[in-house]
């Protein structure tokens, strides 16, 4: 069964250093997403992406993120200088049609900013 | 602002009952509903989803309930087993044009055996 996959599963980092989440959408999909969940809290929307540019962005995804798809298959994440409060799971998401909420999820990057 | 609203936070059933748990919008732009599963360390995986144009959906043992008037849905679990518990979230999203999926809080399901 096709499925998302994310590296890394764990990511611990400095305050103020780059991270880059990476995910591996579903092969044959067009619209990947980044959510992030606060550990206990709920799944909030960050990012969509379509035709190698952003679809739509929450208030969340600030001047301090950024995605891309640099080849045909990955799609990252990149936070330029993290903080305590980014400290979160990270799932990436992929879907096959537009207008859909069928999403399908990673298993998530847990990313700790000490 | 919370865009959906989802109770209880916590539930815990016997192997057997019928859980309930509820969600509630103010978007009149929503129009695809569904509902998450997420065990412990995996990402969430649809379950289940209903569009406001039917009041109820079913699939094997998981029933979604619409009510548009009151814009209120919830999803009804039939026969709970143990392997139900898990944390389900409600979500919401606007019409074609949109993409982000507004999720509820989420509740914790245990089944007890």
């Known amino acids: 069964e096709p499925e998302v996959t994310q590296t890394p599963s764990h990511q611990v980092t400095q305050m103020g250093q780059e991270v880059i989440l990476r995910c591996v959408p579903i092969?044959?999909?067009?619209?990947f997403y980044w959510y992030r969940q606060i550990l206990g809290q709920k799944v909030e929307f960050l990012v969509s992406?379509?035709?190698?540019?952003?679809?739509?962005k929450s208030e969340i995804f600030d001047d301090q993120f950024s995605v891309e798809r640099p080849d045909g298959s990955n799609f990252t994440l990149k936070i330029r200088s993290t903080k305590l409060e980014d400290s979160a799971m990270y799932f990436c998401?992929?879907?096959?049609?537009?207008?859909?909420?069928?999403?399908?999820f990673g298993e998530g990057s847990r990313l700790t900013v000490l | 602002q919370q865009q959906v609203k989802q109770s209880p936070q916590s539930l815990i059933v016997q192997k057997g009952g019928i859980p309930i748990i509820n969600c509630a919008y103010e978007?009149?732009?929503?129009?695809?509903f569904p509902w998450y599963q997420q065990f412990p360390g995996k990402g969430p995986a649809l379950l289940i989803a209903?569009?406001?144009?039917?009041s109820e959906k079913k699939e094997g043992r998981f029933t979604i309930s619409f009510n548009k008037s009151a814009k209120q849905f919830s999803l009804h679990i039939m026969d709970s087993q143990p392997g139900d518990s898990a944390t389900y979230f409600c979500?919401?999203?606007?019409?074609?044009?949109?993409?982000?999926?507004?999720f509820g809080k989420g509740t914790s399901l245990l089944v007890t055996p």
């Open positions: 209903i569009r406001p144009d039917v």
């Open positions: 979500a919401a999203k606007e019409g074609n044009s949109g993409y982000a999926l507004n």
């Open positions: 978007n009149t732009a929503f129009d695809y």
């Open positions: 092969s044959n999909h067009l619209y």
């Open positions: 998401a992929s879907s096959g049609r537009a207008g859909t909420g069928e999403l399908f």
């Open positions: 992406f379509y035709n190698n540019e952003i679809s739509e």
